[in-house]
């Protein structure tokens, strides 16, 4: 483990160039664990900046789109073994720069390794079909062609897979990328740049502005030269990039928020539930579009489930996530802190009983850092704040269900679609959820959070704009059908 001696600033990518903003202005990124602490400094970049990466992403791109996927694939194995010699550095600036424990930060940024490679090899897959013509002497098949210029604009919880299941596709199917990391974790994300970088990879073919949203990312959503936008983050803002992108004829590939359910049947193995309950909803500290939410428990077992709940959560140690005995960080930011006290205060307010946890952590080593409680809520009603909207905290809210039909009618009384499962040995009851819960994905006797990175993933509802990230399903946002006639 490498201890940082001194403060770093990082640079905007551009055109293979490490350059600073126009406006050589910069803003600290701090450690949510130590908000004394700086882990690096980063460019608050103007709309200048975003048009010279968006010219030198289009210039580059007719060049890049010509080489084969084979070829293609060959600078994203380069990047990836990078990423792996550089794995335990990356992960530890996640970590002190966004709060998750180093064992979560690790996992994380070797599954960006596994992602790199798993789309390496898409270079080598089949990217069309032909298909029988009515007349027998044409040949007719389908090809793809890439959008063109993609603008990628990630978010602070997953800095380094997020980002990567973006650009990998993107890249190996013949488009350049511009990224515009959040800024909460960006020093994180310009050391990923720096593997693309040191792979070789042609000037303008991946860039990286680091800036405000509202500038950057609406820039990217408003920028006539980008031909696809890719982004994660909240609704609101999602909302805003998506209605940008669409009123000029950009593709746009939107993934929103979560109110993510978890069904305990009567029949459950409630251990095994618990730890799913607990790991879906409190690990990262709740910071997951995936993460458990709401927890519906046939009344049956009620009591059992949540003594065992208590039990677990009582046992898990808070503190900074270098620490090997660390189980759950701080949240990524201050303001982040108080919109999950917020949520805390309402559940209290309208009338859900707090049985565990909702305060912030302040004495010694949490001084300084934005730290809370894991948090659990019962006799929550379906129509309370808490059971409605997503909080993006260590927050759970408990309702009691006298069958798996209402806890299905309840898990479905939502805007969102992301993420949902159930814990229960009855088939019927799997095959009820599997087909009735309306979520883009479904696990039985796992937890909600994470999904692997060679299956498709993306949420109904209000949870995306219905395109599916990772997998094979890539290919359908990066490119374009083509269909040619050859005719004899």
């Not at 803003?27 to 970049?45: D, F, L, M, T, W």
């Not at 049947?265 to 990262?284: F, H, M, Q």
């Amino acid at each position: 483990m490498t201890v940082q001696t001194e403060v770093k600033t990082y640079f905007n990518y551009i055109d293979g160039e490490w350059v600073s903003s126009v406006t050589n202005e910069v803003e600290a990124s701090i450690n949510p664990a130590n908000k004394n602490e700086v882990v690096g400094y980063i460019q608050r970049s103007s709309i200048e900046d975003l048009n010279e990466a968006v010219a030198a992403a289009k210039r580059a791109q007719k060049s890049w789109r010509k080489r084969s996927g084979v070829e293609r694939g060959e600078y994203l194995y380069r990047a990836a073994d990078i990423l792996e010699r550089r794995l335990e550095e990356i992960a530890e600036t996640m970590t002190r720069e966004m709060g998750k424990t180093f064992g979560e930060a690790k996992a994380e940024t070797m599954r960006g390794v596994h992602i790199l490679r798993y789309y390496a090899g898409e270079g080598v897959r089949k990217i069309g079909d032909v298909i029988p013509s009515s007349d027998n002497e044409a040949l007719m098949f389908t090809t793809r062609v890439p959008l063109g210029v993609v603008g990628v604009i990630s978010p602070w919880n997953f800095p380094v897979a997020i980002p990567i299941w973006k650009m990998a596709p993107a890249l190996v199917y013949g488009n350049t990328v511009v990224l515009k990391p959040a800024s909460e974790a960006a020093v994180t994300a310009a050391k990923v740049m720096e593997c693309f970088h040191e792979a070789g990879f042609p000037k303008g073919v991946v860039n990286m502005i680091c800036g405000p949203g509202s500038v950057i990312g609406q820039g990217i959503a408003n920028h006539p030269d980008i031909n696809g936008v890719t982004f994660t983050g909240s609704n609101t803002v999602g909302k805003l990039v998506g209605k940008a992108a669409f009123e000029r004829g950009a593709k746009y590939q939107l993934e929103m928020g979560g109110k993510n359910p978890v069904i305990v049947a009567k029949d459950a193995d409630l251990d095994l539930a618990v730890e799913g309950t607990i790991n879906g909803g409190l690990r990262s500290t709740g910071q997951k579009c995936t993460a458990t939410s709401r927890v519906f428990v046939e009344s049956e077992v009620y009591e059992t489930f949540k003594e065992k709940l208590l039990a677990k959560v009582k046992q898990l140690k808070i503190g900074n996530g270098m620490d090997s005995e660390t189980w759950m960080g701080p949240c990524v930011s201050e303001a982040q802190l108080n919109t999950v006290l917020s949520y805390i205060e309402k559940g209290k307010a309208e009338g859900a009983d707090l049985i565990y946890g909702g305060k912030r952590c302040i004495e010694g080593e949490f001084a300084n850092g934005f730290y809370v409680e894991p948090t659990i809520f019962e006799n929550v009603d379906i129509n309370m704040t808490i059971a409605r909207e997503e909080i993006f905290g260590p927050v759970l809210a408990l309702i009691k269900v006298h069958s798996i039909e209402e806890a299905l009618e309840l898990a479905n009384d939502t805007e969102y679609g992301l993420s949902a499962s159930i814990y229960t040995k009855d088939i019927s009851n799997i095959l009820s959820f599997i087909n009735e819960i309306e979520a883009g994905l479904v696990k039985v006797n796992a937890e909600t959070a994470g999904v692997e990175f060679q299956a498709p993933f993306g949420g109904m509802k209000q949870s995306s704009s219905h395109s599916r990230e990772q997998g094979q399903a890539a290919i359908e946002f990066f490119t374009s059908i083509k269909t040619v006639l050859v005719k004899a």
